[in-house]
């Protein structure tokens, strides 16, 4: 068992105050002592508030409790109950519609909808498949599943199976083509990507088999690259707010038997990754939330790891 260490009116879990003290603090410009004074200046303006809307949550499942004893074996007259409710205050009158404001709010939060990811915090081989499973390989998820069909010498295989990369590839590109159309070609065209008027704004070029160069049908979508301008190593596109790597490497096993080069195209697949810390469930000491928030930091410093 932990020893405890005594700050001010808090005692606190050796394992959770060394943690924070010697890991988390460190870099962030703020004063332990000064934390530990901050953290229990808020719990004590919100401790007895939370202890008092425990106590009236008591008081209203006693008084339900109750009301349902009082009328064991007898139906439940609705309009009875709903009014009943009303007037222990467990049901509150309905208002007028209204609207309410955020501001600095991420748009994943605020306003894009999309898909999230749920894992617990505590297993730190699920917290980074999570993390990492927000952007995926589009050429991995067609290659091994039933979206590329088996057919025609497509089948799935313990080895490389060349027909059915060939099925990968020209789905992406009509993926492409759904996503970040070109101006009147298909991407299946292209031979070569390149980002041209650099010095007033970049612009996605995409240079085809004849020699003809196109660009996006909405420029906008075009967000950055990586590597030389006259050859990039990859571009960023955005489609509906998610966005879209064109990986290109020609000296790659698959790029080098791709027209443009490209090894890969690497999809964001989840807005956002939800660490659920499991307090009511596996949290349940110092020991416990010390991992949480261990596994947590090495998420934000980039150098948790697992085998």
């Known amino acids: 068992m932990s020893n405890r260490i005594q700050q001010g009116s808090l005692n606190i879990d050796s394992t ?36 008092a809307l425990l106590v009236k949550r008591d008081d209203l499942q006693h008084q339900i409790d109750v009301w349902h004893q009082e009328r064991a074996g007898h139906a439940i007259d609705p309009v009875e109950y709903k009014t009943f409710l009303q007037q222990i205050g467990y049901l509150v009158p309905e ?39 927000r952007w995926g390989s589009l050429y991995d998820a067609l290659y091994g599943t039933d979206v590329i069909g088996e057919e025609d010498g497509a089948e799935r295989g313990g080895s490389f199976n060349p027909v059915r990369g060939e099925k990968v590839v020209a789905y992406a590109r009509e993926f492409l083509d759904s996503a ?18 650099v010095s007033v704004g970049n612009t996605l070029t995409a240079t085809l088999t004849n020699g003809e160069e196109v660009t996006l049908m909405d420029s906008t979508q075009f967000i950055g690259y990586q590597g ?57 000491d110092g020991e416990d939330k010390a991992l949480a928030y261990r596994n947590w930091l090495g998420l934000m410093k980039g150098d948790l790891q697992e085998s």
């Open 228 to 284: 030389e301008a006259s050859s990039p190593s990859c571009i960023l596109l955005k489609h509906n707010n998610l966005h879209i790597e064109i990986q290109i490497d020609p000296n790659t096993p698959i790029g080098r038997v791709d027209a443009a080069g490209i090894k890969d195209v690497v999809v964001e697949a989840a807005l956002t990754t939800i660490m659920d810390c499991e307090d009511s469930v596996a949290a349940v």
């Open 16 to 51: 959770l105050y060394n943690l924070v003290n010697e890991q988390i603090i460190p870099g962030t410009g703020i004063e332990a002592d000064a934390f530990w004074q901050s953290f229990e200046s808020i719990l004590s303006d919100l401790a007895p508030k939370n202890r």
């Open 95 to 133: 208002i007028d519609d209204f609207e309410i404001t955020t501001e600095n709010v991420e748009p994943e939060i605020a306003t894009q909808a999309g898909p999230q990811l749920v894992v617990p915090i505590m297993n730190a081989r699920f917290a980074l498949n999570a993390a990492n499973a």
């Open 180 to 197: 970040a159309p070109l101006n009147g070609v298909s991407h299946r065209e292209v031979a070569q990507y390149s980002i041209s008027n």
